[in-house]
């Protein structure tokens, strides 16, 4: 025996209005979602700070701003210090600067920023160094030679016996 669903006995007026119901509340979401992160963004902040904690600054802007901030607590030094002077700046121009000054990076995920740290930059050159080649004779104190001594290099070391 087969089983009737039931929206087909709805007349089909009834399930076109359901069906762009439905439509209508999923569009919704998707632009109220956007939007949350586009206000995030856009908010007013006024900040000055004299050489403070990275810390400190983001729990400033947390009470300005309602944003939460993730940060990984040991990457998150208190020795790392930022001097912000910011008046009507928006989050994102703020966030900006601090990343200027700080070794971290943001990402907006939602509600939140999330910080990590930068990867870090090799800034070290190698410098190729001339082979040189040491010729010579060992004296003692009254400058005679010394028999059956000679010098050569071991192990990027030189040495004699």
């Given amino acids: 025996m087969k ?20 439509l209508s509340l999923i569009l919704f979401f998707a632009f109220s979602l956007q939007l949350s992160a586009s206000v995030l963004l856009g908010q007013q902040v006024s900040i000055r700070t004299g050489e403070a904690s990275l810390k400190s600054v983001l729990e400033d802007l947390k009470e300005q701003t309602g944003t939460y901030f993730m940060y990984n607590e040991q990457d998150m030094d208190s020795s790392i210090l930022v001097d912000l002077d910011m008046k009507d700046a928006s989050l994102e121009e703020t966030l900006e600067e601090i990343c200027k000054q700080a070794p971290f990076t943001y990402e907006i995920i939602e509600d939140f920023v999330v910080f990590t740290k930068k990867a870090p930059t090799k800034l ?8 040189k080649e040491l010729n010579g004779t060992v004296t003692d104190e009254d400058g005679n030679t010394l028999p059956g001594i000679r010098s050569s290099k071991r192990y990027n070391k030189w040495c004699c016996y």
């Fill in 3 to 22: 089983k009737k669903l039931k929206w087909r006995l709805l007349s089909p007026t009834i399930r076109k209005t359901l069906l762009i119901m439905k």
């Fill in 124 to 131: 070290k050159k190698e410098v190729k160094q001339e082979k």
